[in-house]
């Protein structure tokens, strides 16, 4: 399923001129070697884009696709580094670098000599004439022979024109493409076609964490993989056609940067069906952001968002809830990528699922708080302790985070987990942790409507709401409020740093303690601010009038998650901004 919906979606965007066809792709070239018609090096150019506050990037050019390399000498046609172009590298290997020029002169001899083209004579005599030895005495190389060395890719250009852009040379480079294939023929597992089976498949470059030379999706290399003596990928017949088109696809998703997210160490990549791209933009701002995608407003984004969740097309975007939509996760895995996750679904029904996640996230939020939601990242960011040396939430969770919002269903139980974790450790309720509290418990009791927590998990106070966990919360935030008001000047320690825990797992103890701490921290107030502390005594009394049993010796996880959101909603009031 992933590699028909990838070889899909490339054939959509070949239709439509978007990705280079079979036997050619895109590559990054920071160089180009500058020929006469003699072959002569004349100047070696810098091929670099910079934009506004940013570094040089290397151009991006549409070259014959590039070999699978390993260990073994294996040259590019009409582009590669200084060791097989120029025969010189900075790893102190002379050796090895003469003997990748002498594979890339043999590889350009057999496609060109036969060829009537300027261009083509050009190479030929370039590779015939010059010598590695004395590269580096070169005057094109002249202060350039370190960046040029460092690991940059070169092209060719003669007599002022790429040559990759010469038409025979083009043809020649399909036909040797179109014929250079050995091995069995088989039916292949994508395109159900008898074709030519691709013992290896073209590298896949972008998945954060993997090899930067590139990973595998599909890859066999030791003889546990392998069975009925098959090797490679004749274990999993793929026809090399198929094999370009999937990688091609998903190499240009990662280089699009509206086409993929990185959440913890799971790149996620994510397409319409039919390769339009308005997709992908639309999708990163609802499922990943705080913010609409570029040229829309906050009011009309959350608007196509809501009309999207019902069903509803929105021609002014040129979005179809019906349109397939894609979402696939991949993780590194040494020279391998390993799928996470693959969802597929309609567009709509992705939009319903994030829209239900946002909904039940949606909680108070403080003044100083900008983002109308909590994205993906902003909620994983929850998880993590943020005075640690790495802020990487946990790899497997995040991925069933993501699944979850994508996909509708409940959420992981290590979610919560770490939530509860971070608030022990911390004291500290903030309104990404309630929100996840509150979303969990929403989505878990979706279907039982008569459950005492929905009652609780609200987005904001619920002043009715009798359950006994719940009040205790609020009633711990008012004798909190009450003892800061009762100082003049900063606390050194609070009832939250030493019985906060205490209160919301084991309540018995900790509020016989805490009742009457409270009453001396009430008489100093109302002492010192008498109508403060008359307001917060009605607070108080009102609430500590709910509690309608005895208080327990002992909460479940269920009930301090609910003492919790107490605790949050009752804050959020009393330091709320007052307007008027």
Same mark, same amino acid.
């Given at each position: 399923?992933? $590699? +028909?919906?990838?070889?899909?979606?490339?054939?959509?965007?070949?239709?439509?001129? +978007?990705?280079?066809?079979?036997?050619?792709?895109?590559?990054?070239?920071?160089?180009?070697?500058?020929?006469?018609?003699?072959?002569?090096?004349?100047?070696?150019?810098? $091929?670099?884009t910079q934009a506004e506050g940013r570094k040089p990037q290397a151009m991006s050019f549409v070259l014959p696709a590039p070999v699978k390399r390993t260990v073994a000498i294996d040259p590019n046609f009409l582009w590669d580094n200084a060791s097989y172009l120029l025969g010189i590298d900075s790893k102190g290997k002379p050796e090895r670098s003469r003997r990748?020029?002498?594979?890339?002169?043999?590889?350009?001899?057999?496609?060109?000599?036969?060829?009537?083209?300027?261009?083509?004579?050009?190479?030929?005599?370039?590779?015939?004439?010059?010598?590695?030895?004395?590269?580096?005495?070169?005057?094109?190389? /002249?202060?350039?022979?370190?960046?040029?060395?460092?690991?940059?890719?070169?092209?060719?250009?003669?007599?002022?024109?790429?040559?990759?852009?010469?038409?025979?040379?083009? !043809?020649?480079?399909?036909?040797?493409?179109?014929?250079?294939?050995?091995?069995? #023929?088989? +039916?292949?597992?994508?395109?159900?076609?008898?074709?030519?089976?691709?013992? @290896?498949?073209?590298?896949?470059?972008?998945?954060?964490?993997?090899?930067?030379s590139g990973a595998a999706l599909v890859s066999f290399n030791a003889p546990a993989f392998n069975s009925y003596g098959k090797e490679q990928g004749y274990n999993a017949p793929i026809g090399k056609s198929a094999a370009f088109a999937y990688t091609a696809a998903l190499n240009h998703l990662l280089s699009e940067k509206n086409s993929h997210k990185q959440i913890?160490?799971?790149?996620?990549?994510?397409?319409?069906?039919?390769?339009?791209?308005?997709?992908?933009?639309?999708?990163?701002?609802?499922?990943?952001?705080?913010?609409?995608?570029?040229?829309?407003?906050?009011?009309?984004?959350?608007?196509?968002?809501?009309?999207?969740?019902?069903?509803?097309?929105?021609?002014?975007?040129?979005?179809?809830?019906?349109?397939?939509?894609?979402?696939?996760?991949?993780?590194?895995?040494?020279? !391998?990528?390993?799928?996470?996750?693959?969802?597929?679904?309609?567009?709509?029904?992705?939009?319903?699922?994030?829209?239900?996640?946002?909904?039940?996230?949606?909680?108070?939020?403080?003044?100083?708080?900008?983002?109308?939601?909590?994205?993906?990242?902003?909620? $994983?960011?929850?998880?993590?302790?943020?005075?640690?040396?790495?802020?990487?939430?946990?790899?497997?969770?995040?991925?069933?985070?993501?699944?979850?919002?994508?996909?509708?269903?409940?959420?992981?139980?290590?979610?919560?987990?770490?939530?509860?974790?971070?608030?022990?450790?911390?004291?500290?309720?903030?309104?990404?942790?309630?929100?996840?509290?509150?979303?969990?418990?929403?989505?878990?009791?979706? /279907?039982?409507?008569?459950?005492?927590?929905?009652?609780?998990?609200?987005?904001?106070?619920?002043?009715?709401?009798?359950?006994?966990?719940?009040?205790?919360?609020?009633?711990?935030?008012?004798?909190?409020?009450?003892? #800061?008001?009762? @100082?003049?000047?900063?606390?050194?320690?609070?009832?939250?740093?030493?019985?906060?825990?205490?209160?919301?797992?084991?309540?018995?103890?900790?509020?016989?303690?805490?009742?009457?701490?409270?009453?001396?921290? $009430?008489?100093?107030?109302? !002492?010192?601010?008498?109508?403060?502390?008359?307001?917060?005594?009605?607070?108080?009394?009102?609430?500590?009038?709910?509690?309608?049993?005895?208080?327990?010796?002992?909460?479940?996880?269920?009930?301090? /998650?609910?003492?919790?959101?107490?605790?949050?909603?009752?804050?959020?009031?009393?330091?709320?901004?007052?307007?008027?």
């Open positions: 399923m992933i $590699l +028909q919906a990838l070889t899909s979606y490339y054939e959509s965007l070949a239709e439509k001129g +978007q990705i280079a066809r079979p036997g050619w792709s895109s590559a990054r070239i920071a160089w180009a070697i500058m020929l006469d018609r003699d072959g002569v090096l004349r100047r070696i150019a810098p $091929l670099q990748c020029f002498e594979a890339a002169a043999a590889l350009h001899h057999k496609l060109l000599d036969d060829l009537d083209s300027a261009a083509a004579r050009a190479i030929c005599r370039f590779f015939d004439s010059w010598e590695p030895a004395e590269a580096s005495a070169h005057p094109a190389l /002249n202060g350039i022979l370190d960046q040029v060395t460092a690991g940059g890719n070169l092209l060719f250009m003669a007599d002022g024109s790429y040559a990759h852009d010469d038409p025979q040379i083009k !043809r020649a480079w399909q036909s040797f493409y179109d014929g250079s294939g050995f091995g069995e #023929i088989a +039916q292949c597992l994508v395109t159900g076609k008898a074709e030519l089976v691709a013992p @290896v498949h073209p590298a896949i470059k972008g998945v954060m964490g993997a090899q930067s913890g160490d799971t790149t996620i990549v994510y397409w319409a069906e039919g390769g339009e791209t308005q997709y992908q933009g639309f999708s990163a701002a609802a499922m990943f952001e705080d913010a609409p995608p570029e040229g829309m407003d906050e009011d009309a984004f959350r608007s196509a968002v809501a009309k999207l969740a019902k069903g509803l097309p929105c021609p002014e975007q040129g979005l179809d809830p019906d349109r397939t939509f894609y979402i696939l996760g991949l993780t590194p895995n040494a020279a !391998r990528l390993s799928v996470r996750f693959f969802y597929r679904d309609s567009f709509g029904r992705l939009m319903k699922n994030v829209n239900d996640h946002h909904e039940r996230m949606a909680i108070v939020r403080p003044s100083y708080d900008p983002h109308p939601t909590i994205p993906l990242w902003a909620l $994983l960011r929850e998880t993590v302790n943020q005075n640690a040396r790495t802020k990487t939430p946990s790899p497997v969770m995040a991925g069933a985070v993501a699944r979850a919002v994508f996909s509708g269903g409940l959420y992981p139980a290590s979610l919560l987990q770490a939530v509860m974790l971070r608030i022990r450790a911390e004291h500290e309720v903030t309104r990404g942790r309630a929100a996840i509290i509150k979303a969990y418990y929403l989505r878990l009791y979706a /279907n039982m409507p008569e459950s005492t927590l929905l009652e609780v998990m609200q987005m904001q106070l619920n002043e009715s709401c009798t359950y006994l966990p719940y009040v205790l919360g609020r009633l711990f935030a008012i004798m909190e409020k009450i003892q #800061i008001e009762s @100082v003049n000047g900063p606390l050194n320690r609070t009832i939250k740093d030493s019985l906060f825990n205490a209160a919301a797992t084991t309540p018995n103890s900790a509020f016989a303690r805490l009742f009457p701490l409270n009453e001396y921290h $009430l008489k100093k107030l109302l !002492r010192d601010k008498k109508g403060l502390g008359i307001i917060y005594d009605n607070m108080k009394s009102h609430i500590a009038a709910m509690i309608n049993s005895p208080i327990p010796s002992r909460f479940s996880n269920e009930e301090t /998650n609910c003492f919790y959101i107490g605790y949050y909603h009752q804050r959020h009031q009393l330091y709320e901004k007052k307007e008027g």
